[in-house]
């Protein structure tokens, strides 16, 4: 009887280690399919907040502008590329935005927090009624497209302080 008692014990000790790697297996596939589901998760706009993305290239390629805007009132950030030379603006700085789709009225200015020599960066975009128009519309998605003119302070070492207008040709993304 001692003997099966022995033998039972240790067929019950590998059921247990077999067991508990399977237990724990198990409890490391769920963490890492638990991360996979949040990452993806996260991807998303989950909170209800629509985010504009703002598109825009000057017919040279030279110029691009970039924005993402929040509910198209309130700036997330926003960068301008002209030649090789950047000027960024983020939540920090001053964003005016007015969005009106309904009567084609699409501007920003800008304005950058004070810099260490005392001077602030500035951006002045707005589209163009008569080429506003609206590409598409979903009922949690809309684009735009349009012309639009913008100065801006010039980033490039060398040149004026403003640049003159630039016409670039733009598309808003607009979605939740």
Request: net charge negative; charged share 25%; aromatic share 14%.
């Amino acid at each position: 009887m001692k003997i099966l008692t022995d033998t039972s014990k240790n067929i019950l000790k590998e059921k247990i280690s077999i067991g508990g790697i399977r237990y724990f297996s198990l409890l490391a596939i769920c963490f890492v399919f638990a991360v996979f589901i949040l990452m993806i998760l996260s991807s998303f706009n989950v909170d209800g907040v629509w985010v504009a993305t703002l598109t825009c290239k000057s017919e040279s390629g030279k110029t691009v502008f970039n924005a993402e805007l929040e509910e198209c009132q309130t700036l997330i950030n926003a960068e301008i590329t002209i030649d090789t030379s950047k000027l960024f603006f983020s939540k920090q700085d001053d964003g005016y935005i007015v969005f009106d789709p309904g009567n084609k009225v699409f501007t920003l200015y800008l304005v950058s927090k004070k810099d260490i020599n005392y001077s602030n960066k500035f951006l002045m975009f707005w589209a163009i009624p008569s080429s506003f128009e609206k590409v598409l519309d979903e009922e949690f998605h809309q684009v735009y497209k349009f012309k639009a003119v913008l100065r801006c302070t010039d980033p490039r070492n060398n040149k004026e302080i403003n640049t003159p207008e630039i016409k670039v040709d733009c598309t808003l993304n607009y979605e939740l």
